[in-house]
């Protein structure tokens, strides 16, 4: 069985997380076949969007633990995350095309940092959010000591990191985590519907708003205000932004090409 799944259908690339009976936690079958999505992704310009989720009853529970070696002397986790973790977000943020995210079950660890790395995040009523690196002694990776403050806040992130408690689906709309939690019969639908769209959308736009919003962490206002309108330039040249506005002008809707 493969780890994971991929199909292309009408410009979204759909990527499942395919190990249910292991709720879908990370080993290097699933590493592998994720970067191969990736690079997929950003190859392919028939690609202009991207939609991620688990089979089965669960989203994703993290590392796999039982295929690491414990009894050697010496652990170096840090490897693991040089090899495989920290590749995967930086190419997901530097991905030119939009992500989305639909969470159908726990999301642990590890798997819960993935999802929050994903531009836009769905999550069924019953999904829930937990980080539970501390349990078993360690700290939050795949991004989630820098996913959780900017979104959360600095006192919720750092309970949810110190406790390990369970966040539900609604708590984490609620707290700005993921853009929507969504009825279990219901995720599916919006999850496509929210990919199709944004597949039929100007995709050259679309993933300059993405580097403009995650440049925005680390950039003053002087700054951010040089980069929007070096990005205004860019997509000023292109195709999908004449035909915008003729669209707009002839009161139709648009057909963008993604360029």
């Known amino acids: 069985m493969e780890p994971v799944l991929v199909a292309l259908e009408a410009g979204v690339l759909r990527i499942t997380l395919n190990r249910p009976e292991k709720l879908n936690a990370f080993n290097p079958g699933v590493h592998k076949g994720l970067a191969d999505a990736m690079a997929r992704a950003e190859s392919e310009s028939a690609i202009r969007c991207l939609l991620i989720t688990g089979a089965g009853r669960g989203f994703c529970a993290g590392q796999d633990l039982g295929e690491r070696d414990m009894k050697a002397a010496a652990i170096d986790l840090g490897s693991g995350l040089d090899t495989w973790y920290n590749p995967l977000v930086r190419r997901m943020r530097a991905l030119p095309k939009p992500i989305v995210c639909a969470v159908n079950g726990v999301a642990a660890g590890a798997g819960a940092n993935f999802a929050l790395a994903c531009d836009i995040v769905l999550a069924a009523r019953s999904a829930s959010f937990i980080q539970a690196f501390v349990k078993i002694g360690l700290v939050p990776d795949c991004g989630g000591s820098y996913f959780l403050p900017r979104l959360a806040g600095m006192q919720r992130a750092m309970a949810l990191a110190m406790t390990g408690d369970r966040l539900s689906a ?90």
């Not at 700005?176 to 639908?189: E, H, R, S, T, Y």
């Not at 993933?207 to 002087?222: E, P, T, V």
């Open 170 to 259: 609604e708590d984490a709309e609620r707290w700005g985590l993921i853009w929507k939690c969504v009825d279990d019969a219901n995720l599916k639908q919006e999850s496509e519907k929210l990919s199709q769209a944004l597949a039929k959308g100007p995709t050259k736009s679309l993933g300059l708003i993405k580097r403009a919003m995650y440049s925005s962490a680390n950039n003053d206002l002087s700054a951010q205000l040089d980069l929007e309108r070096d990005l205004q330039r860019e997509i000023g040249k292109g195709e999908d932004y004449r035909e915008g506005v003729a669209a707009f002008l002839e009161k139709r809707a648009p057909q963008f090409k993604g360029r």
